[in-house]
């Protein structure tokens, strides 16, 4: 494992007020249940450095769908033998970021996440694991770049697939200030932890692909350990190429968003036929030319991104039977319905 580079740099002023520290790192058993909120929402990537706003208070909801965030045993996870060395796992609903931490550092294991089509797919770093940060970790001070090595395991179009994989990370507190949620929520000590893990593997039938995890987590240090607003994307598309072979993204509010339905926009609604249905649907409605739908699982996570017109089919053959949601923003509103597959 290469050291992470270590940037230090003079304060003008006081350091700031919060940081992430081996006393505030979570303990195995601290839960908070967040919010699903618009998965269409900014990252707000360019809005780092001191004093900041991240305004979220306008965000949409999807009507008080939840999920749970917390610090859990490995030994209690069903792919928990899959990461050895983890003694912790930061779990944000279906994606486990399973790591070990020393009064120095914090350090990866992997990961793994259940996709809607291709079920569990895991990712450990067993022949090096990732440094994720340096105690204490602050905005204006150190910046982590690692590199890590390890597999990938999923079943991808009826093949098991089990390959190498090897990427870096760069993770840092590229912000402090204010968060701005809905009902009139300010947290006005905020600090914001990003990194960006980005791998490359192989795939039957595709050849080389990217495996990019980009993960924004929000901390209010003084109320919780755990984060107040998560902004996660997990994406594998072709080296080289643009079109994701599958994308999971999840943003979650410590409040919940507004939840817009047709009643509140009547200049824009759209239908959803059949429904309930086995293979495909159909959507029609009046859309503007660049109107794009999301298809998300019940607990609110991205299964298909797609430009959208009129009479627009979608292609629900090889998900699981279940409820659905359709997330359709168009001129710069958003309208969800359900979508059931029998």
């Known amino acids: 494992m290469r050291k992470p580079l270590l940037f230090t740099f003079l ?61 859990i045993d490995p ?38 996440y259940t996709e809607a089509t291709f079920g569990d797919i895991i990712v450990t770093y067993e022949n090096d694991p990732s440094i994720l940060c340096t105690y204490p970790f602050d905005q204006g001070g150190a910046t982590v770049n690692d590199n890590y090595d390890g597999s990938l395991s999923m079943t991808f179009n009826g093949f098991p697939v089990n390959e190498s994989l090897t990427g870096t990370i760069d993770a840092s507190v590229d912000g402090s200030g204010t968060l701005l949620l809905p009902n009139s929520v300010s947290l006005s000590n905020v600090i914001r932890y990003y990194s960006e893990e980005n791998a490359q593997t192989t795939l039957p039938l595709v050849g080389a692909v990217d495996v990019i995890k980009s993960q924004y987590e929000y901390y209010d240090y003084a109320n919780s350990n755990l984060p107040v607003f998560v902004h996660l994307t997990i994406t594998i598309l072709p080296q080289g190429g643009t079109t994701p072979i599958t994308e999971t993204s999840l943003v979650l509010s410590q409040e919940d968003g507004i939840f817009v339905g047709v009643e509140e926009l009547e200049s824009f609604d759209f239908t ?18 660049s109107a794009t739908a999301q298809l998300l699982d019940a607990s609110g996570r991205i299964i298909n991104t797609l430009d959208i017109s009129n009479g627009q089919t ?27 597959k029998k």
């Open 11 to 71: 304060l003008a002023a006081t350091f700031s007020q919060a940081q992430m520290t081996s006393a505030n790192e979570p303990t195995i058993g601290e839960t908070s249940t967040l919010f699903v909120v618009d998965s269409f929402a900014t990252n707000y990537a360019g809005t780092t450095g001191a004093g900041v706003t991240w305004d979220y208070s306008t965000i949409a909801g999807y009507n008080g769908v939840t999920q749970d965030v917390e610090c």
């Open 272 to 289: 959803v036929a059949p429904n309930p249905a086995n293979d495909v649907v159909t959507v029609f409605g009046e859309f503007d030319a």
């Open 75 to 112: 030994t209690a996870d069903p792919n928990g033998a899959n990461f050895p060395g983890a003694t912790k796992v930061l779990s944000v609903g279906d994606i486990k970021q399973f790591f070990s931490s020393t009064a120095s550092e914090r350090t990866s294991q992997g990961f793994y």
């Open 314 to 340: 979608i292609d629900i053959s090889n998900l699981n039977a279940g409820m659905y949601l359709l997330a359709i923003n168009n001129a710069g509103q958003t309208v969800t319905k359900t979508v059931v």
